[in-house]
């Protein structure tokens, strides 16, 4: 049996609550440096780091997981994952065509 570490709830530099060094890059170093094998960018409503964040995975020999963590206007927080990064950008485009736009933060 195989034993996996993982971490399915991430943030980059894009959700309010990350700060400029979350980048792509340095998530997947860091997860890598605490021995993570699997890591799922689950940002606030977007899903725009995650082709970046699985080429930097990926370097690594992390498997990476596009997600995202989407806030109701009620604001309950749902952390979404995907099989496909193509799918999770599909619904991250389909977010963006119903979100108010406000500044974050």
Partial sequence: MNRYYYDLHVHSCLSPCGDDDSTPANIAGMA??????????????????????????????????????????????????????????????EVNTRRIPFKNG
Avoid: R
């Fill in 32 to 93: 890598t440096l605490n021995g993570l094998q699997i890591v799922a960018l689950t940002d606030h409503n977007t899903t725009a780091n995650c082709p970046a964040f699985f080429k930097a995975a990926k370097s690594y020999g992390l498997i990476p997981i596009a997600g995202m963590e989407l806030t109701t206007a009620e604001d309950i927080h749902l952390v979404c994952l995907f099989e496909h990064l193509e799918d999770a950008m599909n619904f991250s485009e």
